[in-house]
């Protein structure tokens, strides 16, 4: 038997790991310091009361003969498709609920979506980016090209002009730099696919955070996006999901390749190897949807939008370049003194007792830049800006 050779291929992640070895480290030597954690993605809140209960409503259903739901179906319940729909249709997309599939969250889809594609694909996804992207192409095989985001294009790269690509991955509000792409950069984005039978795999984790109603949630709020793109999107910060497991695909109807409508295969994918998700998660999902649940996942985003721009303000003060926290729960810092990113880890570690993300970690042009998240409390995101502005007061960069 043969293993898959292209695992060899993939780079070593140490990113977290040690992240987490440093904190440690720096802990043993410092007992008593207290260090705030402004590095991981994972949010602080729990899920809301309504989606609380409504997941314990439909645990004690699966207890009883006359209430208990065994094999759902694939694709998700009826009642979480359409609760899906109208959340489109609260910030006005018009999606059909055969074209919306319930999964345990984006990161599953976006794996799995690649068994759609072949593997001789031209994959085209930015530098720095969210890893997944890379190593599930990586693990297929597939010939990476990387485009680059970096200062000059905002971190927003565009469609190249001399390439076609087959899969392009698009992620807005960005992860880790949280650029923000406008209706018209989309527009460019929809063109290009279109004209070169390119698809876009669309990352929509965190349209929740966008308020300006000027920029686009979806991908689907584009003309002509419904011939070139999968949107996939998660519960996980919208509301708390992030343990409880809840996530959507659409793929519209109209996306065809090669004569194929992608739904139909991607229909065919989830029947064939997934078994639906639980049904208690998605009544849970379902009541985190309805209006009572929105209001109350809207006052935990609140927090967070809060969080951010206190992080936002103090870097502002410092004269810290960045980009993010606005419509986006990720702050993407220039790193002060012209520090590496691994080299103002450390500094920040030991002059603030704060930690944050490297950008290095997430591609070469992360080089020098550094992820802070706004998912903390808000009471520990004030505190660790109150120390970076006394370790830093004076050495940004104007
Ligand atoms: N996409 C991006 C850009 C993310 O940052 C994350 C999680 O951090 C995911 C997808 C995965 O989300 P989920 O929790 O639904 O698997």
């Known amino acids: 038997m043969k293993i898959n050779e292209n695992y060899r291929n993939l780079e070593e992640s140490y990113l977290f790991s040690t992240i987490a070895k440093k904190v440690e ?17 994972d949010v602080t809140l729990p899920i809301c009361e309504r989606a609380a209960e409504a997941f314990a409503k439909a645990a004690g259903e699966q207890g009883k003969a006359e209430t208990f739901h065994g094999y759902g179906p694939e694709q998700g319940y009826d009642f979480l ?45 930015p530098d720095p980016v969210y890893p997944v992207y890379l190593d599930t192409n990586v693990m297929a095989g597939r010939r990476i090209v990387f485009m680059d985001a970096n200062v000059e294009n905002g971190f927003l790269p565009m469609p190249p002009e001399n390439l076609r690509a087959d899969i392009i991955y698009i992620c807005s509000p960005n992860n880790p730099t949280g650029a923000v792409y406008s209706r018209s950069q989309l527009k460019e984005w929809v063109d290009y696919a279109n004209a070169n039978d390119a ?26 996006a ?7 999107c998660s519960l ?42 639980s ?5 849970a999902a379902e009541a985190a949807l309805s ?23 103090t870097l502002k003060e410092l004269g810290i370049w960045h980009i993010g926290g606005q419509n986006s729960p990720y702050i993407w810092m220039k790193c002060p003194g012209m520090m590496k990113s691994w080299e103002f880890f450390d500094d920040l ?16 042009n992360g080089e020098g830049y550094f992820r802070l998240t706004a998912f903390g409390t808000a009471e520990n995101t004030k505190e660790a800006m109150a120390r970076i502005k006394k370790a830093y007061g004076c050495v940004g960069e104007r």
């Open 25 to 41: 480290e720096y802990k043993k030597a410092h007992p008593e310091a207290s260090v705030i954690r402004m590095g991981i993605g």
């Open 81 to 125: 498709r359409d609760a899906v729909c109208r959340y489109y249709g609260s910030f006005g997309v018009r999606v059909s609920s055969d074209d919306v599939f319930i999964s345990d969250g984006a990161k599953s889809d976006l794996g799995n979506i690649l068994d759609l594609f072949d593997c001789d694909n031209t994959v085209l996804i």
């Open 199 to 224: 698809v876009i795999l669309f990352d929509a984790a965190y349209e929740s955070f966008i308020s300006d109603p000027s920029l686009p949630r979806s991908i689907f709020e584009i003309d002509g």
């Open 226 to 232: 419904g011939t070139c793109a999968v949107e996939l």
């Open 236 to 277: 996980s910060k919208l509301a708390s999901f992030t343990g409880t497991r809840c996530g959507y695909t659409v793929v519209p109807k109209e996306l065809k390749r090669e004569g194929i409508s992608l739904q139909k295969m991607w229909l065919r994918r989830q029947t064939t190897k997934f078994n639906g998700v």
């Open 279 to 283: 049904y208690p998660v998605q009544r």
């Open 291 to 313: 209006p009572e649940g929105m209001k109350q996942c809207r006052e935990h985003l609140d927090v967070y939008r809060k969080n951010a721009d206190v992080i936002s303000k």
């Open 349 to 364: 570690l030991e002059r603030a007792q704060v930690v944050g993300t490297p950008g290095s970690g997430f591609g070469k």
